[in-house]
């Protein structure tokens, strides 16, 4: 079944580029209709969702955080990444990535195990 | 965007016992052109990402045990465990899909009393 793996740094500086991406494992990234989101849980708190990418590139933001975040796909590779520039301690918080059948029917699984990206100088 | 509130914030009940966990969205999520609540209950234990329970209001993802139920239409929800078992201690969440941006309620804390 698949399976997602978030990766990237867990210290982040202010002002700068939060950078993760999401490792999919068995099963294809381009295959059906599904939506690759992004999802972070600040912590001891609640979810909040970042936004979503197809493999066609078909992307769709919150747009509490639209202005700041881009989400990209790489089909060759089975990843997507999320970009969230200009970070503040706000940023702090645990990220998944996780799968949403498709955009009908958007609920989210499989999750990724999450990655506390935390921002400090 | 539509706001999920869930009630109550958190919760104690006794094994064996049935757990009631509320979710009332601020504009419908019950779909006209399908008669589907795009409504979705997840299931987060310490220290791991949510697990969907339930999607479309009521139906039961594979493999969750049938204590498990949801109910309701349009803006009021109902997730219920109907005989508590202590590996059900978690944070549920409710989540509606019927517009972006997908929103999750507060969370329910379910703990053993």
């Known amino acids: 079944q698949v399976q997602l793996q978030e990766s990237g740094p867990g210290l982040v500086k202010p002002s700068q580029t939060l950078a993760l991406t999401c490792s999919v494992s068995?099963?294809?990234?381009?295959?059906?209709?599904?939506?690759w989101s992004w999802i972070r849980q600040h912590p001891g708190k609640g979810l909040e969702w970042i936004g979503y990418?197809?493999?066609?590139?078909?992307?769709y933001y919150n747009p509490s955080l639209e202005s700041r975040v881009t989400i990209s796909v790489d089909t060759s590779k089975n990843q997507f990444s999320l970009k969230v520039t200009s970070v503040t301690a706000a940023d702090t918080a645990v990220y998944f990535c996780?799968?949403?059948?498709?955009?009908?029917?958007?609920?989210?699984?499989?999750w990724g195990q999450g990655t506390l990206v935390t921002v400090s100088s | 965007d539509i706001v999920m509130t869930q009630s109550p914030d958190s919760l104690a009940v006794s094994l064996g016992e049935r757990a009631t966990i509320n979710c009332k969205s601020s504009?419908?999520?019950?779909?006209?052109?399908?008669?589907?609540?795009?409504l979705a209950w997840y299931q987060q234990k310490a220290g791991q990402p949510p697990k969907v329970l339930i999607y479309?209001?009521?139906t039961r993802e594979s493999g969750v045990p049938d204590r498990f139920s949801g109910s309701g239409s349009g803006t009021d929800f109902t997730l219920t465990i109907s005989s508590l078992q202590a590996e059900d201690v978690a944070v549920y969440y409710c989540?509606?899909?019927?517009?972006?941006?997908?929103?999750f309620g507060q969370g329910t804390r379910l703990e053993i009393k």
């Open positions: 996780a799968r949403a059948p498709s955009k009908s029917a958007d609920w989210f699984d499989p």
């Open positions: 068995g099963g294809s990234i381009s295959s059906g209709d599904s939506y």
């Open positions: 990418i197809h493999y066609s590139g078909s992307t």
């Open positions: 504009q419908s999520v019950l779909s006209s052109s399908n008669n589907k609540n795009y």
């Open positions: 479309w209001a009521f």
């Open positions: 989540q509606q899909y019927s517009s972006t941006p997908l929103t």
